[in-house]
């Protein structure tokens, strides 16, 4: 009987780990469907062959070449970075959402718990109604101005949180109410120039605040590229960390992992991707929720599969998401924030209504 | 399994930065700027745009500036307009490029080939910003201050080169200022006051202040406005300011293509709110609802027609709103373009 015991439990933990690898390349070719998918597909009339032409051409192309000038700046102007930061961006709320879920140890956790969607929020509306910001010192730009502050009060929130729960030994329930509170705060502050703005004026906050990757530039890629280059390995090295951490922090401690450092470099890592995915993008709502809990259905509370794993379901959902807000009621366009809740908000009340059958 | 993870993800990161490191790279100049700049032109904002070529192609994202458009005759120019820019009837064979310059769609304006963008200060600057550098300036004008019109119609005349209409269109504009102010001087030498005026734009208690140019509308046309003197320029005014100032007209802007029935519902639920029912506006039925797009560029005289009507109604017992409003009308887009409206434009 001794004997058969540890072949039976390597060939569990085997066909577990085939089954983990293989829920892994199953999402890398959803992640490369949704991506063909999303820049085949478009308002502009564009056809299949004309887009693989434009595609095949590469970014530069010589004047009298076949490719027609229009599309091809459609395409590798407009479709291609819009696509790429979708993925990108969806990754880093599916990644942030994950993480703070971790920490916090409560699945209503979300890349925004910490109050960083309202103090951006705040950031922006501030640049957009007073035309104050704190980069006004290097330009003039309104754009850029909304981008600095948003990002500014997005960090400047995360400390004050820390801070506050630093008070309670970074306590989960502390940092989430902190984080309550900064979001009433500053939700405040965002209504209130709301409320001092022209119909202009407003009318830009309001299309900040639904977000938007209309705008987006290869630059912006960029940055939000070198942020999740840094921030994604950081955070997986500290995924085991999270698993012993979801034991309670007591075991966590007579294990060696030091739970205060773990939560509050999480928290960090988490914040400072999506402060940056907010500041270019504005506030999508529900990724960093949906994903995760998507993903831990189907593999459960392991973080080195699950912090992977809700980068690639988030990448998806938001390319699909945004796909859909571009082009179901062409020409106009849709705030990618309504697809998104159309999306979370059902999946939300059906993690609401399991946590309910859990409980009986 | 921790490894072999990190390195998958690093394998996607690694082929998206491949392909968006060849993105970087400037595409080549639009063939427009290797000539030499043709003119520059300064857009209600401030901002400097250069053109390498006269203006052949136009995308008008705002339906004021598509009216002043066709009311230049340049509405052949136009290929591409937001969803309100259906006035006049010409525009709406034209494509729609987006909901308005708050929701505008890139890639089908950008397919529309324009040589400029209009817009509104809705427009949000980092589209602009990226049009811009794909070779397509946007101009941002306001299109609702009745004080600036003229100079804005001039200066698209020079800019599509149709001095000549704009000047017309200016002396026509200049001719029913001096009538409507004659006519409330008239009313003033007869002993008509100045009424108190609550314009409430657009929604319930929504008001307009003097740091609005819709405060513009209610002073040139002789009315005294409740919320001048308000700190922000749209404040939300509570029933107890309204009923202590106690307003001799109640003026409610709507937006959107309202019919006589649509806006007779609007002006009973004004009649009905419990909060106004102590005003002497309310008490004497002197409510009116006027449509939002009479406030939009040349079409500002009759704004100010129907609220110097309302405002002193012994004067005006002679004048009729919707003749002057007709008159406008087939001035500015060609005879015969009202009757083909099929609009309220104000109730009662």
């Keep these: 009987m001794k004997k058969q015991t540890k072949p039976l439990h390597t060939h569990k933990w085997r066909q577990g780990r085939r089954k983990n690898i293989l829920l892994l390349f199953v999402l890398l070719c959803g992640m490369a469907a949704t991506f063909l998918l999303s820049v085949f597909t478009g308002s502009a009339e564009a056809g299949l062959s004309e887009v693989v032409r434009c595609l095949a051409a590469g970014p530069e192309i010589e004047s009298g070449s076949p490719v027609d000038y229009t599309t091809h700046t459609i395409i590798w102007s407009l ?3 819009r696509v790429l930061m979708s993925l990108l961006c969806g990754a880093g709320l599916g990644l942030a959402g994950a993480a703070m879920q971790g920490i916090l140890r409560n699945p209503l956790a979300s890349p925004y718990t910490l109050g960083i969607s309202s103090a951006a929020g705040f950031g922006a509306s501030l640049a957009i109604v007073l035309d104050v910001g704190i980069a006004s ?13 948003s990002f500014f009060f997005s960090i400047l929130v995360l ?10 030994s970074y306590r989960p329930s502390t940092m989430i109410l902190a984080g309550i509170s900064m979001m009433y705060l500053f939700s405040a502050g965002t209504s209130l120039l709301q409320y001092l703005a022209t119909n202009d004026q407003l009318a830009k906050i309001v299309f900040w605040l639904m977000g938007s990757l209309m705008s987006v530039t290869w630059k912006q890629l960029t940055i939000i590229s070198v942020f999740m280059a840094v921030v994604f390995p950081l955070l997986m090295r500290l995924s085991w960390s999270l698993n012993i951490l979801s034991c309670g922090e007591e075991v966590a401690q007579s294990l060696g992992v030091h739970p205060r450092f773990v939560m509050v470099s999480t928290a960090l890592l988490a914040s400072v991707v999506t402060a940056g995915l907010v500041s270019f993008c504005g506030v999508i709502g529900f990724i960093g929720l949906v994903a995760p809990h998507i993903v831990r259905m189907m593999v459960g509370g392991d973080h080195r599969l699950l912090l992977p794993a809700s980068a690639m379901s988030g990448s998806v959902i938001l390319a699909l998401s945004d796909t859909i807000a571009r082009t179901v009621l062409t020409p106009m366009e849709l705030p990618i924030g309504v697809i998104t809740s159309f999306i979370g908000v059902p999946f939300f009340i059906s993690i609401l209504i399991r946590r309910k059958g859990t409980s009986h | 399994m921790k490894k072999r993870t990190i390195l998958l993800l690093l394998i996607v990161l690694a082929a998206a ?18 000539d030499k700049p043709l003119f520059t032109f300064i ?3 401030g901002n400097e745009s250069v053109f390498y070529h006269e203006i052949e192609r136009i995308v008008v994202v705002n339906s004021g500036l598509s009216a002043l458009l066709a ?10 307009r937001d969803m309100f820019s259906s006035f006049p009837s010409s525009l709406r064979t034209k494509k729609v490029v987006g909901k308005s310059s708050a929701y505008p769609n890139l890639e089908l304006i950008l397919g529309s080939k324009p040589d400029v963008v209009m817009a509104d200060a809705m427009f949000d600057d980092s589209v602009a910003e990226k049009l811009a550098a794909l070779g397509i300036p946007v101009l941002i004008e306001s299109t ?3 004080l600036k019109t003229k100079e804005l119609v001039t200066r698209y005349g020079d800019l599509l080169d149709c001095e000549e209409r704009a000047a017309e269109i200016c002396a026509w504009l200049d001719e029913a ?17 100045a009424p108190v005026v609550f314009f409430e734009n657009r929604k319930n208690y929504k008001s307009t202040s003097k740091k609005s140019s819709t405060h513009q509308y209610l002073e040139l046309s002789g009315g005294v406005n409740i919320a001048a003197d308000e700190k922000v320029s749209s404040p939300t005014l509570s029933p107890e300011f309204i009923v202590e100032k106690n307003p001799n007209v109640i003026i409610r802007r709507v937006s959107g293509d309202l019919t006589a029935d649509t806006m007779a519902g609007v002006r009973d639920n004004i009649l009905n709110r419990p909060g106004l029912s102590a005003t002497q506006a309310v008490s004497t039925e002197r409510v009116f609802v006027i449509k939002a797009d009479l406030f939009m560029t040349i079409r500002y005289p009759s704004a100010l027609f129907y609220h110097a009507s309302w405002f002193y109604p012994e004067t005006f017992r002679n004048e009729d709103p919707e003749e002057f409003n007709k008159e406008l009308i087939n001035f500015m887009f060609g005879d015969g373009e009202f009757e083909k409206t099929n609009e309220a434009f104000a109730y009662p």
Excluded at chain 2, 71 to 80: E, H, N, P, R, T
Aim: no cysteine; net charge positive; glycine share 12%.
């Design chain 2, 144 to 146: 609702s201050n009745p």
């Design chain 2, 43 to 45: 857009d209600g904002k």
């Design chain 2, 177 to 193: 200022d001096s009538r409507i102010a004659g006519l409330i001087e008239t009313a003033r030498v007869n002993g008509e006051n």
């Design chain 1, 79 to 81: 479709r291609l970075p």
């Design chain 1, 159 to 168: 400390g004050i949180v820390l801070l506050i729960s630093r008070t309670k």
């Design chain 2, 17 to 34: 930065s491949g392909l968006y490191a060849g993105g970087q790279t400037e595409n080549p100049e639009p063939a427009s700027k290797i």
């Design chain 1, 137 to 149: 010192v290097f330009s003039t730009a309104g754009y850029l101005l909304i981008i600095s502050n």
């Design chain 2, 71 to 80: 009311a230049l005759q340049q509405s052949d120019k136009i290929v591409g």
